[in-house]
C-alpha cells in the first residue's frame, strides 16, 4: 500500500509509559508507535487515557492487547500493520514477548536477535544444554520425578530454580539433602525444577548491543544480592559500570559473553546476561535474556554515559550502526530490606532534596527523570516506594517482594559509596504490624 507512515513496533510495549527515552528515539526518527501488549484492566485503561493529548502514550499510533504466548495472534495483528505501516524494525522490552517477537520479526522481515537465540533465552534447561561450555552442571527435574531425585541427591551446596517462571521468582541455594527435600512443598504440583551446582563468586551482568552478529556495545553491571543473608537471590543493588572488576577481568568476561552470543546466533538487539566469576577466575554464565535488562539497569547505563541507551536499541533494530556512549561516572540503585509487615510509610530527610514518590501504575510517570552534566555533584536521582501504602510486605524471597529503592550516581565509586550510605541514613522505610 502507497504512502504507509514508517514505524516502529513494540512488544511488552507499555513500559515506554514509564520510559520517556523510548518515545524519544521513535519521536526523533519519525516513527509512529506500534504496541503489543498483555490484556487486562490496567493495560486497557492506560491505552485508552493515550487519547488525551498530554498523556505520555499520545504518541502511540496503535495498539492491541494479546497473550505474549499466542503466536498466531500476535503474527496477525503484526501483519494487518504491516498492510497500513511501513515497519521498520521491532524491540521487544518484556521477557514473556521474547519468542513472539522473534516470530513476529521474521514474519515481517525486520531485524531480531533471531528464532534460536530467543527459544533459547527463553527456556533456563536448553540454556544450559546450549551453552554447556560456560553454565554450572544441572538436571532437569520433571515434577514426577521430583522427590525421588532430591532424596538420591549427593551434591550440595545445590540450587533450585523453576524453569517455567520469571526473574528470582523460587531459586533457592539449598544446603543438604533435608532442606532440599523440605524446599520441594513450595513449588506447584506440575513445575519442572532444574537442580544446579552452585556457582560461587560476585555477580556481574553484561549487557550488549548487537547488530547482524557484530557487538557494538558492552557495559558491566555489578549486582548485590540477598543471598549473603538468606538462601534466595533476589537482586537488591546494581552499580553501573561495575566498579570491582579490573580491565582484564572485564575483558575476559566481555570474551565470555561474546562468545555466548555466537553460540547463540545472535544477530541483532539487546542481550543481558548475568555471570559469576569465582574464586579460580572461571566465569560462568548464570542466566541470558533477549531484551534489555529489568529493574533500573537502563537508567543506570543513562546517568553512567549521559546518552540513552534506549536510543542505541532503536537504531540497532532499524539497521543503522549505533553509537553508544561510554561511561563518564559511576550509578547505583539500590533496593531497602524491610521487615515483614504493612507498609506504613517512607520517610525521606528534607536535607536529601528529594521527594518520595509512591508508585502508581495509573499515573505514568518515569521513575529517574533527569540526567547528570560531566562535573555535576553526587545525586540522589529518584526515591520510590513501589508498593501502595497498606501494602502487607512479605519476606524478600523474590523481585515482587522488593518495596522500596532509590538511584544515586557520582564521579568516582568513592563518591557513589558515600553518597549511599548517607541516603541510607536518611530513608526509612517503615512498617506496623
Known amino acids: 500500500m502507497a504512502n504507509r507512515r514508517p514505524a516502529l513496533l513494540l512488544l511488552g510495549g507499555l513500559t515506554v509509559a514509564w520510559n520517556q527515552r523510548w518515545l524519544d528515539a521513535a519521536g526523533s526518527r519519525g516513527l509512529d508507535l506500534l504496541v503489543l501488549d ?34 498466531a495472534a500476535l503474527a496477525d495483528r503484526a501483519a494487518a500493520w504491516a ?8 524491540c521487544c522490552l518484556r521477557e514473556e514477548y521474547v519468542e513472539g517477537a522473534a516470530v513476529v520479526a521474521d514474519l515481517l522481515g525486520v531485524r531480531s536477535p533471531g528464532l534460536r537465540a530467543a527459544r533459547v533465552c527463553r527456556n533456563k534447561h536448553l540454556q544450559r544444554r546450549y551453552l554447556a561450555d560456560w553454565s554450572p552442571a544441572s538436571a532437569l527435574v520433571p515434577a514426577a520425578r521430583r522427590t525421588a531425585t532430591a532424596a538420591a541427591w549427593d551434591g550440595f551446596p ?3 530454580k523453576p524453569v517455567g517462571r520469571l526473574a528470582s521468582s523460587g531459586v533457592r541455594l539449598v544446603a543438604d539433602r533435608t532442606a532440599l527435600l523440605d524446599s520441594l512443598g513450595a513449588y506447584g504440583p506440575e513445575e519442572t525444577l532444574l537442580f544446579e551446582q552452585r556457582a560461587q563468586g560476585p555477580e556481574y551482568s553484561v549487557e550488549s548491543l548487537s547488530l547482524h552478529g557484530e557487538v557494538h556495545y558492552l557495559g558491566a553491571t555489578e549486582k548485590r544480592t540477598t543471598e549473603v543473608s538468606s538462601d534466595y537471590f533476589v537482586e537488591m543493588g546494581h552499580t553501573t559500570p561495575a566498579p570491582g572488576l579490573d580491565d582484564p577481568t572485564r575483558e575476559r568476561l566481555y570474551a565470555v559473553h561474546r562468545a555466548v552470543l555466537d553460540r547463540l546466533a545472535f544477530d541483532t538487539g539487546m542481550a543481558h546476561a548475568e555471570y559469576r566469576i569465582g574464586p579460580d577466575g572461571r566465569i560462568a554464565l548464570i542466566e541470558i535474556a533477549a531484551r534489555p535488562p529489568g529493574d533500573s539497569i537502563m537508567a543506570l547505563h543513562w546517568l553512567a554515559t549521559l546518552a540513552p541507551l534506549e536510543d542505541a536499541v532503536v537504531a540497532v533494530a532499524l539497521g543503522e550502526r549505533p553509537r553508544p556512549a561510554h561511561p563518564q561516572r559511576y550509578a547505583r540503585q539500590v533496593y531497602l530490606p524491610h521487615a515483614p509487615g504493612v ?18 501504575p495509573a499515573e505514568v510517570r518515569a521513575q529517574v527523570a533527569g540526567c547528570a552534566a560531566p562535573g555535576d555533584p553526587s545525586a540522589l536521582r529518584c526515591v520510590v516506594a513501589l508498593k501502595p501504602a497498606g501494602t502487607r510486605l512479605a519476606p524478600i524471597r523474590q523481585s515482587g517482594d522488593r518495596a522500596a529503592m532509590f538511584v544515586v550516581d557520582a564521579d568516582t565509586p568513592g563518591a557513589l559509596d558515600a553518597i549511599e550510605e548517607h541516603c541510607l541514613a536518611a530513608i526509612a522505610l517503615r512498617t506496623r504490624d
Not at 492506560?46 to 496503535?62: K, N, S, W, Y
Not at 498492510?83 to 521491532?90: A, I, K, S
Open 38 to 71: 498483555a490484556p487486562g484492566p490496567h493495560a486497557a485503561g492506560l491505552l485508552a487515557a493515550r487519547t488525551t493529548p498530554d498523556h505520555p502514550l499520545a504518541p502511540v499510533a496503535d495498539a492491541a492487547l494479546i497473550d505474549a504466548d499466542d503466536h
Open 83 to 90: 498492510r497500513e505501516y511501513d515497519v521498520r524494525g521491532l
Open 158 to 160: 545445590l540450587v533450585v
Open 343 to 360: 507498609l506504613a510509610g517512607l520517610d525521606v530527610r528534607p536535607d536529601l532534596g528529594a521527594e518520595p514518590q509512591w508508585f502508581d
